[in-house]
């Protein structure tokens, strides 16, 4: 059976490349395709595509080729965004254009998540009534007097079961969104294969991971408004919203879901991404020690050990935030983002973009840019925001481009620094130890995938004096 379905897909893939010259883009008189690797016979750059730390590949083909590369795999148009300037042209000035997302086979029919996790969504009515809601609650001027939490209900100190639920849609997502894990995504028709055929271990990981995916959609969402309906709720974003269409008698059954749909889509933003951004903070204090001990005079001063920090205190620590925005660029955690796609043919600087070219602003190489970023830019430091002209990485690919970026960025920058302030006033971060008290080496090193996470490194993280300990126990 085994041997069966992997000649049915070979012939099916056959067929496919069949039709796929049949119908091979025609390319305007005077136009090109942007530059890129050469091509090799019926499979184009397939083997091309980098299978581990793909922003290393990414960012030798921007120097060699130039801010915009193309590639075609088996006859799919795939572009990668170099430059801020292009990034800026594409994604910006032309996003009527360029905000549609692609969909994959495994992400949309098997999965089922693009109808309702906002970063997925095509750019239709239903996606600009999702991110409105949104950005209702998360606009610049609405968290400055509103902190929301999505859905009101406390974090259990262990185990929790929405955290670990979304975990899991995470992983999935990292492993379903990266391109060339999956053959059903080459050839969809094999979304039809029975899951219980041999060597259809997609489809049962499908049927798993979907499961994950509903109970994070709709096991908050309920508990959430049960509350609301005993008269017990706390104040968060479901609580808020809720009301407003309880009160508005032109309000439809859609815009509960809608609800239901973006406080899942927050909730998954805000939980492993937080997390991995903090983690990604602790590996760079481990590394870069002056910057910890640095960022700390500078809370001391300000602070003591009279209270933790809160929001109100980020524009009296620069430098905190510096080391905030400097660990955000250091390593993107999408590195090339989630992809766009070109509504249309369009012609850029002389090249030809076909319609449905699939658009990869390359972040990780953005936030690397000297120009942008000044020297050094493998380096971990903060000092570079106190230059005139470097910019702020949330605003040059950290949190996506166009249309399409993160409405969260405001909410999400405000946690980061809490955090990262937070551990920096009460712990001291330092390498761990062997048995022979010789500091373990630690690497800047991390995985590989849709998102880009630090690998596990050991460390210390000591309570600065008895009266930080007593801080961290009465923060708890």
């Not at 960012?59 to 590369?69: D, I, M, T």
């Not at 020297?375 to 002209?389: A, K, L, M, S, V």
């Not at 048995?435 to 309570?463: H, N, Q, W, Y």
Request: with cysteine; hydrophobic share 40%; glycine share 6%.
């Amino acid at each position: 059976m085994a041997i069966s379905l992997l000649t049915t897909a070979l012939l099916g893939g056959l067929a496919i490349f069949v039709l796929g010259l049949s119908r091979r883009t025609r390319i305007p008189k005077g136009l090109r395709l942007p530059p890129g690797p050469k091509p090799k016979p019926i499979i184009g750059n397939l083997l091309d595509l980098p299978k581990d730390h793909e922003w290393l590949m990414h960012a030798k083909w921007a120097k060699q080729y130039g801010e915009l590369v193309y590639v075609n795999v088996l006859g799919t148009h795939m572009a990668w965004v170099n430059s801020r300037e292009m990034a800026h042209e594409l994604f910006e000035r032309r996003s009527s254009n360029y905000s549609d997302r692609t969909t994959t086979t495994m992400l949309d029919d098997l999965l089922d998540l693009t109808g309702w996790l906002a970063p997925f969504q095509p750019y239709t009515i239903w996606c600009r009534r999702h991110r409105k809601t949104m950005h209702s609650s998360f606009h610049p001027k609405a968290t400055e007097a509103y902190h929301p939490i999505t859905y009101g209900i406390e974090v259990e100190a262990e185990n929790d079961l929405y955290l670990m639920n979304a975990h899991k849609v995470l992983h999935a997502v990292d492993e379903a969104a990266t391109p060339g894990n999956f053959l059903v995504d080459i050839l969809p028709w094999m979304k039809y294969i029975p899951v219980w055929m041999p060597g259809a271990e997609f489809q049962r990981k499908a049927v798993k991971w979907r499961q994950y995916a509903a109970d994070m959609l709709e096991l908050p969402f309920r508990e959430a408004k049960r509350r609301m309906g005993e008269g017990t709720p706390e104040a968060c974003f479901v609580l808020s919203r809720l009301s407003e269409i309880g009160a508005d008698a032109t309000s439809c059954l859609d815009d509960e879901v809608i609800i239901k749909n973006t406080a899942a889509s927050l909730f998954a933003g805000g939980t492993d991404t937080t997390v991995n951004t903090v983690r990604a903070f602790i590996l760079a204090m481990v590394l870069y020690p002056d910057v910890q001990k640095k960022a700390q005079r500078e809370i001391d001063a300000l602070l003591g050990f009279q209270r933790l920090p809160d929001v109100g205190d980020m524009d009296a620590l620069p430098y905190v935030m510096a080391v905030c925005k400097e660990t955000l660029r250091w390593h993107a955690l999408l590195p090339v983002g989630v992809a766009h796609m070109a509504s249309e043919d369009d012609i850029i600087n002389g090249y030809f973009i076909p319609k449905g070219t699939i658009m990869f602003g390359n972040s990780w190489t953005l936030l690397r840019d000297e120009a942008d970023f000044g020297p050094n830019t493998d380096r971990f430091n903060p000092e570079r925001y106190f230059i005139p002209g470097v910019r702020d990485p949330g605003n040059t690919g950290a949190f996506g481009f166009g249309r399409r970026i993160c409405v969260g960025r405001y909410m999400a920058m405000k946690s980061v620094f809490l955090a990262i302030a937070s551990i920096l006033q009460v712990f001291e971060i330092s390498k761990a130890r062997d048995a022979s008290d010789k500091e373990i080496p630690v690497e800047a090193e991390f995985t590989s995938g849709f998102f880009s996470f630090a690998t596990e490194f050991k460390c210390i993280l000591r309570p600065r004096s008895a009266t930080a300990e007593e801080l961290i126990i009465h923060g708890i």
